[in-house]
């Protein structure tokens, strides 16, 4: 079982920049890929980002590269989402998700935080 917390989330003007961290517990967190999925009200979730579980590899939605920058830190057990240049379309609940192996597919991944909220003004 792996545990997954997210903080980060907050209210940004367009143009702004956040860091989203997962902070992750349980089992190693160096043994799974972690990715990034955003919900916005009424919506489904969608993938934002991903890597590999050495940080060697990564992937990004056509709609946040270039702006978004995912990353990692095995020694702290801890996942980050930099997200700059933000734009009120990027306003959704964030989730950070843990797998074997990266992928975009949402129904694949076991382990899931319980989300944080990014709000975006125009």
């Known amino acids: 079982q792996v545990h997954l917390v997210e903080s980060g989330g907050g209210l940004v003007q367009a143009g702004g920049s956040l860091r989203l961290s997962c902070a992750a517990s349980g089992r190693t967190f160096s043994n799974y890929a972690m990715g990034w999925f955003r919900q916005a009200p009424g919506k489904e979730r969608d993938f934002v980002a991903g890597i590999s579980w050495t940080g060697g590899r990564t992937d990004y939605a056509d709609s946040v590269k270039g702006r978004f920058t995912i990353s990692r830190d095995n020694a702290k057990n801890t996942g980050y989402l930099q997200m700059n240049n933000l734009k009120p379309e990027d306003t959704a609940v964030y989730y950070c998700?843990?797998?074997?192996?990266?992928?975009?597919?949402?129904?694949?991944?076991?382990?899931w935080g319980q989300g944080t909220q990014v709000t975006v003004s125009s």
């Open positions: 998700a843990a797998r074997n192996l990266m992928t975009r597919t949402v129904a694949l991944y076991p382990y």
